[in-house]
Nanobody, 115 residues
């Protein structure tokens, strides 16, 4: 069983920054890809950013140029650096790990951006 634990969320003013971290119970390189999703109230869960085991990254258009996904090999984490935050970034953010036909999810962490 894979466990993913998110940390780093919270409340920030518009224009500010936060860094989310996802710690995995097994090597992050064993997954085909890992990513961050978010779900705002009344909306569907959407992909924010992902990174493959080979290091290829992908971003939602709404966060390109503001967010960056990267790996910390020493800590075995996948992180999401979020800059220039906007109120519309407010959501619960979920870490995801995908291998073969399986998807694993973290418990979710709240990010709130005040205007």
């Amino acid at each position: 069983q894979v466990q993913l634990v998110e940390s780093g969320g919270g409340l920030v003013q518009a224009g500010g920054s936060l860094r989310l971290s996802c710690a995995a119970s097994r090597s992050i390189f064993t997954f085909n890809y890992m990513g961050w999703y978010r779900q705002a109230p009344g909306k569907q869960r959407e992909l924010v950013a992902s990174i493959t085991s080979g290091g290829i990254t992908n971003y939602a258009d709404s966060v390109k140029g503001r967010f960056a996904i990267f790996r910390d090999i020493a800590k075995n984490t996948v992180n999401l650096q979020m800059n220039s935050l906007k109120p519309e970034d407010t959501a619960v953010y979920y870490c995801n790990a995908h291998i073969a036909e399986y998807d694993y999810w973290g418990q979710g962490i709240q990010v709130t951006v005040s205007s």
